[in-house]
């Protein structure tokens, strides 16, 4: 009876310290540079989506599509980095680029498609209308691109102290 209650108690630690055990099957990086790379990848394929997305030469259908495009991107992108573990248990990294894709996607969505939408009335409407229009215009074009120049600043502070942290230095 004695053997079978100690059995018993060493098989409930032997058990609950293997449910201890980090089973955590998000990706790893061996190396920080590997892991910087990883994320600011995924920051310039948002970039270049965002660009097309604002590309008015090619017209406002294209740019529409390039929006949707953009939102695709953006959640393929928070999929893919929700999937990695942080360096070294550092996430703050993965963390801004978390939200700067957030804002790329609400970019996507919502501000450049009613700036282009905007923009395609400007474009149709008479030279009466588009004095009207013109500063409403510029007005949205500057604040997308101000706040654009806000969020990917964040990136560059983080990266920038994720470097110093991790000892490596930042390409321009």
């Known amino acids: 009876m004695k053997f079978g209650f100690i059995f018993s108690a060493v098989s409930a630690l032997l058990i609950a310290a293997s449910c201890n055990v980090k089973n955590d099957s998000r990706k790893s990086f061996d ?3 590997e892991y910087n790379d990883f994320i600011v990848d995924h920051i310039n394929a948002l970039d270049s989506a965002y660009i ?3 590309e008015t030469d090619n017209g406002i259908d294209y740019c529409m599509k390039k929006c949707d495009s953009l939102v ?3 959640d393929k992108t928070t999929s893919e980095l929700k ?6 248990g550092d996430s703050s990294l993965t963390m801004q680029a978390l939200a700067y894709t957030q804002f790329m996607r609400n970019n996507g969505e919502k501000d450049i ?7 395609d009335t400007y474009e149709n ?3 009466e209308e588009q004095e009207k229009l013109v500063g409403e215009v510029q007005t949205m074009a500057e604040s997308i691109d101000k706040n654009y120049d806000i969020e990917i600043d964040k990136v560059n502070m983080v990266q920038e102290k994720f470097a ?9």
């Open 72 to 74: 695709d991107v953006c």
């Open 52 to 54: 097309l997305a604002l």
């Open 113 to 119: 498609k009613n700036f282009l939408k905007l923009l």
């Open 31 to 33: 190396e920080v540079i």
């Open 164 to 172: 110093k942290k991790h000892n490596f230095t930042v390409l321009k």
């Open 83 to 88: 999937g990695i573990q942080p360096f070294d």
């Open 125 to 127: 409407a008479g030279l």
